[in-house]
């Protein structure tokens, strides 16, 4: 059985009341997302020559987290270490093991990339 490492924040994009235009304010909604693990999800870059067993470049983080507790979607950012990510992609669910009836290992696996400006 995997344990719960350390616990992100999902920011969900909601809209809220209207603004004098009439336009609905965004606003994000703060929801806790306790995960197994975070790691840097690397890829070779082309300013930096390959190097076998090595990604020189932090392309952003994965986050690998429990099928049954919530999830970020497409819209949503998540807080971690004090920096806001974006979700990148769609979350890559693992729940159906066809090779066995119980499927013991299950969770979700999401890739964050954080932009500046």
């Known amino acids: 059985m995997r344990r719960i ?3 992100l ?3 969900r994009r909601v809209e809220g009341e209207p603004d004098r235009y ?3 304010v965004l606003v994000w909604e703060r929801t806790a997302w306790p995960v197994y693990a975070v790691a840097p999800r690397g890829q070779a870059g082309l300013s930096e020559p390959f190097e076998a067993n090595r990604d020189p470049i932090v392309k952003g983080l994965q986050v690998f987290a429990p099928a049954d507790g919530p999830s970020p979607a497409a819209n949503d ?3 971690h ?6 979700v990148v992609g769609d979350v890559a ?3 159906n093991n066809p090779h066995f009836t119980r499927t013991t290992q299950r969770g979700i696996v999401v890739n964050l990339d954080r932009t500046e400006g």
Not at 81 to 86: D, I, P, Y
Request: a neutral charge.
């Open 81 to 86: 270490a004090g920096l806001v990510w974006t």
């Open 22 to 24: 009439g336009n609905p």
């Open 93 to 95: 669910r693992w729940d």
């Open 5 to 7: 490492t350390q616990t």
């Open 77 to 79: 950012r998540v807080e």
């Open 9 to 11: 924040t999902i920011l």
